[in-house]
């Protein structure tokens, strides 16, 4: 049984370092360093909330990307 949770440990930890050297370069924390293009992808948040309100993060996010 240990086996197998080692070996789960171990396919985690190698998809991880994966993801983290396939992501280098491609990620930001300053706005103003994205370069330009005329699509973007926006995560993190849907358009209207469960009762059909419009949710305001939504837009305040889809503002955000559009500057």
């Known amino acids: 049984m240990s ?4 070996l789960i440990l171990v396919i985690a930890f190698t998809i ?7 992501a280098s370069g491609l990620l930001y924390d300053n706005m103003n360093e994205i ?22 993060f939504y837009n305040n996010r889809m503002n955000a990307a559009a500057q």
């Open 3 to 6: 086996g197998i949770i080692f």
């Open 16 to 22: 991880n370092i994966y993801v983290i050297k396939s």
């Open 35 to 56: 370069p330009f293009r005329k699509t973007a992808l926006v995560l993190g948040t849907s358009k209207y909330f469960s009762k059909g309100n419009l949710n305001l």
